[in-house]
């Protein structure tokens, strides 16, 4: 029997997962403790923000390992559309199509950047695109954890307190941001859905903070424009996070008007000028957005109960946390410095972006809810890493040596009760993934045989360039595994074009109209049909049996399992040689 | 009052009114919080714990068969041998004939005379109990009540910590609540004296630490969604230690009394609606919760014809699927213990060949009398599907052989055949 091989090689056959996830969970919370304990035996404060980050660090790294190595396959495969269509996505680029396709050819999409450094990331094989999909979050949660430091040390002023909170403010963005229970509700757990499943949603993350200090730091025009550069960067990696992050900005220089600060024209000024900036620059992806998602467009998808439990759910679902960074974002905001506030105005804007779902839920447009969750998540966690930090600061402030003054070691002493405190609640801490998140759990199971034999056959018997056409729930599983582009997909929103894709799909399934078939020759490239047993939802009426009595289909791959046939066709044209 | 149960029941079953309970459960928080800035501690507390009950409420009744039963291993061999340390004569022996009696909380309420249907309901009366227990335990160690209700407010909804709320454990495991209060009594009856009062105060920073490292390993090593019982309990004790400096912060935090007041109604609102019980939702977070649902009414009536028409000292003969349910419906001893038990028991169970070999001969419709006699098998239960014994075919004469009669049979395809001498 062949050994199951995770993609880091290893066989794991006979491997005992509960054990292995145990025993990254009881690992992250000794490595907290040592750690922990070594802040109260150092001499003095420094170093306590370098403890607290690389416990942040260790903490990402023990969760990512704790989901990864026990699967054979890429996380998210097998089980979720938005994942295979990102790695059919991938796929493509990879191939060397361009990224501002998706894998529905010649389609015009708006989230160019991830596919592209995905394909750049694999040095553009398509066979090393799942690696890239493995490692992925362990960077991007890295590069968070540095992004939020950076920006918060460079923002503030470098005493060891600053130092030790921007630590606490990485290590609460990266692993506060979900909570044990989150498993059960509707947007599951924000940890996984944004690092793990969607990795270029979590680039969003990791630049937003950069942006911030770029504007914190904003004062002369030069600034300014380059403030509004790294903004647009953050709009490339994932739109919805720029929209959020100017609607902060909004936030803050309305809180800049509303608290009277003498400084307020110099804020509307920076603000207007950056996303005035970001906006002309990315403006060409705002008419790919509009062009190419009908984003306006209201649908009882998007429709929510006027009893709805949403506003609710974004803030006190995360209980005390949600406290502790109201407390962090308030005494951030007060401090003074201009990226404290701005990073607190975000904290915010964003919990008064999520109570607005429930009013655009009444019109049907309640769209995104999940992301505007995982973004509130996000500021929630950060700032309640700050908000412990600050209390346990205020408590041990109140010890006095002798002298009546502060202990020396105060700020290790408190980053040291933190951690403590925050232990419980640090997602490497409880994480289970075979218990909390179905991705992985569907990413466990082998792939079925009747996607993953036909999908093997493309990758190594069709061109590189093969345009698939019939089976459009099939269409996902083509691009995902078999890394070849299809002319229609479910799983994707329709192209602008796609009436006259369905016409000359139409004319090469009944084998009624050879200039349509021509056009889909010349305008798409198409070049095989694939249709199973369970019918074609175009054709219903069609069976395999009756393509296959088509001249124009010229069946290569026909096979039958258990669960259904698979049958690809190779499309002849009438000037190809028989 | 039966039939209004059953209202409420068909009403919380449905998904479309956790919502309508998460509203409510705001508003309780709500009330609580403007009591408590209106310095009515105790008002607050005791809405807080109204709410707590309807949020645990909503959830535990709807559990309408044993919790567990032919889902999870543990669970099953208790519910098994309560039935029979009930109902099935002599009380001291084991459900499945030949073993010993396994202890636990239910079956020893069982044993000493409590009503099945009473005992079927203790894993629910034990996460009330947890509730009641979280409720008052601070009012035990604080002489100032106001710090005592803030701590229990602040307990009731699952703790400082989100998501490690005790209810789900307790549930699974109830005699875990008997160990849980027994330390809260001894720790009672040490702050009772002064010395070790004083100690516990002294080096209470200590312990919260130690405490809190605890239950985060025993959270680490047992994994998931459910907080283990300890885990959960730890939590709530730390949090009643944490309630006092807690508030302590507030004051130091805010500018009047009034500003701490508002910011000790903000923190029990958040805390309230966020630790845990306001999202429960056992139906996903506990496996055994979904088929506890059900009442399962097919089986029900066969086993309630058992345990009304077969002797209370015979022992029943089934398949190992239908053997636990016998035990924990019906309350009669079984030959054949449950899949769950594994193979390990299985292989300890005294002379398993003379088992077998009866089990075959009722198989072959022919039970051999020497052996039945030595079980105390008087009666034959199949299920849907399974086959009926081949009757027809000619008894051997090797030495006496019973027949089988059918007795029992409903639509269900349930069907109970006596063991008959000829």
Known sequence: MTPVLNLFGFNLDGMDVGILIAGTRVGFIALTLLGALLLTRAGDSRGAGRVVLAIGALGHLSAWFATMFPLPAVYGTNGSMDRENHLGWANVVALGFSPFRTFQVNHLHFEPLWPFLTALASGFNVDRVDLVFQWAPLVMGLALLFSVRLAWVRGLDGSEENTTGAAFAALGALLLMAAPGDFSGLFRDPWALTLLLKPNHALGLVLAPLAALALARAGTWRTRLFAGFVLQLVGWAFVIHMALFAAGLAVFVALAWVTQRSDRMKDLIDTLTAVGANLVIVSPYLVMLVVGYPFLQGSDNFRLSPFTERPFEGPLRMGSLFLLSAFGAWTTYRSGPRIGRILASQWLAAHLIWQLFPILGLIGQAREQDEAFYWCRFWTGLFAGVGMFRIALLATDRFRNDHGQRPARRVAVAAALSLVLLAPSLLPAWWDPERMDQYFVAASRPLPDWIEEPTRFMRDNTPRDAVFAGDRVYARWIAAYGARRVLLANSMNAPKDAIRRREIEGAILRDDSAALADEGRRRFALQFVLATSNGLEQAPDLTLDDLASHRNLEPVYDRQFPAMRVVIFKIRYGDDPS | ?422
């Open chain 2, 1 to 422: 009052m039966i039939g209004l149960l059953s209202d409420f029941r068909g009403i919380a079953s449905q998904e479309a009114s956790i919502p309508a309970l998460r509203a409510c459960l705001v508003l309780f928080a709500i009330f609580a919080a403007i009591a408590w800035t209106r310095r009515r501690p105790l008002l607050a507390l005791l809405v807080l714990s109204t709410g707590g009950l309807v949020g645990l409420g909503y959830w535990l009744i709807q559990i309408v068969s044993p919790l567990g039963l032919g889902t999870d291993p543990a669970l099953t061999l208790v519910w098994a041998q309560a039935g029979v340390s009930a109902l099935a004569a002599p009380r001291g022996s084991g459900f499945v004939w030949g073993t010993p009696a396994q202890l636990s909380l239910v079956s020893t309420l069982a044993s000493v005379g409590a009503p099945l249907d009473f005992v079927h309901v203790v894993p629910q009366m034990a996460a009330f109990m947890t509730l009641v227990v979280v409720m008052l335990t601070p009012f035990a160690f604080s002489r100032n009540r106001t710090t005592a209700a803030f701590a229990a407010s602040l307990a009731l909804g699952g703790g400082v910590w989100p998501g490690v709320a005790p209810y789900g454990s307790i549930l699974l495991r109830p005699s875990a609540l008997l160990v849980g209060g027994g330390l809260v009594g001894i720790l009672w009856m040490a702050w009772q004296m002064r010395p070790a009062r004083r100690a516990l105060t002294r080096f209470r920073i200590t312990a919260v630490v130690v405490l809190t490292a605890g239950a985060a390993l025993d959270r680490a090593l047992a994994g998931g969604v459910e907080p283990s019982v300890a885990g959960g309990l730890l939590f709530a004790g730390l949090t009643l230690v944490l309630a006092s400096p807690v508030r302590a912060m507030l004051r130091v935090a805010s500018s009047s009394a009034a500003g701490a007041r508002r910011a000790e109604a903000l923190t029990l609102l958040c805390v309230f609606l966020g630790s845990g019980l306001a999202w429960w939702n056992p139906a996903r977070s506990i496996a055994d919760f979904g088929e506890a649902r059900s009442d399962n009414v097919a089986l029900l009536r066969a086993m309630d014809w058992i345990r009304g028409s077969v002797p209370k000292s015979s022992v029943v003969l089934a398949s190992p699927a239908y053997s636990a349910s016998i035990a924990a419906l019906a309350g009669r001893r079984v030959l054949v213990p449950p899949p769950t038990v594994g193979d390990a028991p299985r292989t300890a169970l005294p002379e398993p060949f003379r088992r077998l070999r009866l089990v075959e001969s009722v198989r072959l419709g022919h039970p051999i009398e020497r052996l039945a006699d030595a079980f105390s098998v008087t009666h034959l239960v199949l299920g849907p599907g399974e086959p009926n014994p081949e009757i027809g075919l000619e008894s051997p004469t090797d030495e006496p052989r019973m027949k089988l009669v059918l007795v029992y049979e409903d639509v269900r395809d349930f069907r109970v055949f006596r063991l008959a001498k000829k």
